[in-house]
C-alpha cells in the first residue's frame, strides 16, 4: 500500500485553470505546499485532448490569456496547438510542472471535520491501483465537461450506416477524409471550425443543422494589440489589449440584453454581406432566440463564409429522420450522401469533475447546495471550484476565483482559521432560487443544470456571470463577509500537524 501523502492544497486538473492556479499559489501563498493531480497523462486539458481539425480557440488570447503572462504571438484567435505551447511554457516558466502528478483521476474527495482535512482518492491510470492524499483545502480545476466522452444523440437507424461515425472529442489519428463526402452534424463552435478545415481536402462538407446559431466573423490578429506591442512594454500593451477586449465583450453582452433586435439586425446584416443577397440567411442563420440567449460563433477571418461561397461547403437546415447505409435521410425528404459523419452534437457536462464527495460522511449532492459567488458551495467546507464565463473568455474568472483562493488561505493564515464553510443566515435556506447559469438556453446546459448548485435572489449566493460585477464581489469583497464560516484548527489532524 501506498504511503498517505500530506499537501496544503489539492488542485485537481492540470488544464488551462489547473496551471494557472498553481501559478498564483506559488506567486501568493509561497509556504502552501500542492500538488496538482491530472487524470490524463500530459497537461493542457481541452487542449490535449481534442485533435480534431482546425481546433481553436473562440476567444481571442488576450482575454483566454492568464492575467500574469501575456500573449506574445500575432494571431490572436489561437489554433490549439498554439495555446497548448502557452500553456506549457507558462508550467515551466513558474515551476508548475514539477507539482503535477499525471495519471492520477481523483476518483472521491472525503471532507473531515474531526481533522479539517479532505481525504484524496485518485486511480493511477487504467490499474486498479489507488493514491491517497490528504489536504486542508481542495481546488477544483476540472473544467465543466466529462471526459469520457461527448453528446451523441441516439439517432434511428445509425448502426445501419456503412460509413465511419466520430465525435470530434474522441477523433481518430487515422481518419482520412480527403476526396470524401463529410457531413458535419451540429451548430456550434466545433462544426463551424471543422467545416472551414476539412473542405479544404474532403469532396464536400455539409453542415447539418437543426436550427441555425449566430455567427460573427472577425479577423484573427488584433491591429490594436500588435502595434501597442511595438511601443509599449510587453506588460503594459497586454494589459490595455485584455482592458480594451473585456470591456467591449461587456458592452456587446448588455447590448444584446437591452437592444436585441439591433443586433440581431447587426449580425445578420454581416451574414448577408458575407453570403450575398441570394442566400437564404433566414432559413440557414437566422435562429429563433436573441443573441446571447445561447452562445454566439466566432469565425476567423470569414473562414466558414469563404468555404460556403467556393461551394466546398453547404449549410442543410433539416431534422434527421434515419441514417441509412450511405448517409442520412432527413424529414424533408432530402437525402445528404456521407463517407463520414462527424456528431459535433456537443459535450457531456460534468459536475465537479464525477468526482464522489462527502462531508463527514454524507455524500455531497451538488444539485441541493447553494453556489457561494459562484466558487463555493453552501455547507462544505474549504472547496473551490473554477468555472469560466459562457459570455466572455474562460481565463477570466478562472483567474479571479485564483486570486480569490489566494486570498482565503493568507486570511485563514492570519486568524489562524483551518476551516471556511459558507453557511446560510437563518432564512436564507428558503429564498427565491435561480439556476446556476442562468438565462442561457443552450441545450446542453439544461440538460444538467438540475445537477449544479442554484442561485439565490442576493449576495454572496449567486454566480453573476458579470465579470465587472465579478471583480468587485470576488477581488475586491470581504473575505469575512459573515456567510463563510470561520472554525480554529481542531485539536489534532493533518491541519495541526501541517502547521507544526
Known sequence: MMAVEHFDVVVVGAGLSGVGAGVHLHETCPTKSYVILEGRPAMGGTWDLFRYPGIRSDSDMHTLGYNFKPWREAKSI????SILSY???????????DHIRYNHLVKRAAWSSETASWTVEARLGDSD????????????????YS???????????????KGRVVHPQQWPEDLDYRDKTVVVIGSGATAMTLIPAMA???????????????VVSR??????ANTLRKYLPESVAYGITRWKNTTLQGLMYKRTRSQPDKIKAMILAGVRKELGPDYDVETHFTPSYNPWDQRLCLVPNSDLFAAIRSDKASVVTDHIDTFTETGIRLKSGETLQADI??????????????????????PVDFGRTWTYKGMMFSGVPNLVSTFGYINASWTLRADLTCEYVCRLLNHMDRVGAAEATPTLAAGEADMASRPWIDDFSAGYMQREMHRFPKQGDHAPWINPQDYARDKVMIRKGAIDDGA??????????PALLAAA
Open 78 to 81: 489561437a489554433d490549439g496547438p
Open 87 to 97: 500553456i506549457r511554457e507558462t508550467a515551466k516558466d513558474f515551476g508548475v510542472e
Open 129 to 144: 491501483e489507488t493514491a491517497t492524499i490528504t489536504c486542508n483545502f481542495l481546488f477544483m480545476c476540472s473544467g465543466y
Open 147 to 161: 471526459y469520457r466522452g461527448g453528446h451523441t444523440p441516439d439517432f434511428p437507424g445509425i448502426g445501419d450506416f
Open 200 to 214: 479544404g481536402k474532403a469532396a464536400h462538407v455539409t453542415m447539418l443543422q437543426r436550427s441555425p446559431t449566430y
Open 219 to 224: 479577423p484573427d490578429h488584433d491591429a490594436v
Open 341 to 362: 459523419v462527424v456528431t459535433a452534437t456537443g459535450l457531456t457536462m460534468a459536475v465537479m469533475g464525477e468526482v464522489e464527495f462527502k462531508v463527514d460522511g454524507a
Open 484 to 493: 463563510l464560516v470561520f472554525k480554529t484548527a481542531p485539536v489534532s489532524g
